[in-house]
């Protein structure tokens, strides 16, 4: 007996929507690459980089609040609230 392309389509949303967790993490360090690389946009040539600790707070600062942002706004996404409270 085999499923039918209706059974078929709802496990794969099921198994997409069942990560959400994992999800957030993988846009959020994707999100960390590009704010890194938006923290070096202003240097003017080669000579002007320098990769320092100040660097990765900017990119920490900018990163963590839309996490924060991503939460808050897609709580429908993240409905259990243990792993959300566990990252505030």
Same mark, same amino acid.
């Given at each position: 007996?085999?499923? #039918?392309?209706?059974?078929?389509?709802?496990? %794969?949303?099921?198994?997409?929507?069942? %990560? *959400?967790? @994992?999800?957030? =993490?993988?846009? +959020?360090?994707?999100?960390?690459?590009?704010?890194?690389?938006? @923290?070096?946009?202003?240097?003017?040539? =080669?000579?002007?980089? %320098?990769?320092?600790?100040? +660097? @990765?707070?900017?990119?920490?600062?900018?990163?963590? *609040? +839309?996490?924060?942002?991503?939460?808050?706004?897609?709580?429908?996404?993240? *409905?259990?609230? %243990?792993? #959300?409270?566990?990252? =505030?």
């Amino acid at each position: 007996m085999s499923d #039918t392309p209706n059974t078929q389509q709802a496990n %794969r949303e099921r198994r997409r929507h069942s %990560r *959400p967790y @994992v999800v957030l =993490w993988i846009m +959020m360090a994707l999100s960390f690459i590009v704010m890194s690389a938006a @923290v070096f946009a202003m240097i003017d040539g =080669w000579g002007d980089f %320098r990769n320092n600790l100040n +660097m @990765v707070y900017m990119t920490i600062t900018m990163w963590a *609040p +839309m996490g924060i942002i991503m939460l808050l706004a897609m709580r429908g996404v993240y *409905p259990n609230t %243990r792993p #959300t409270s566990r990252l =505030w």
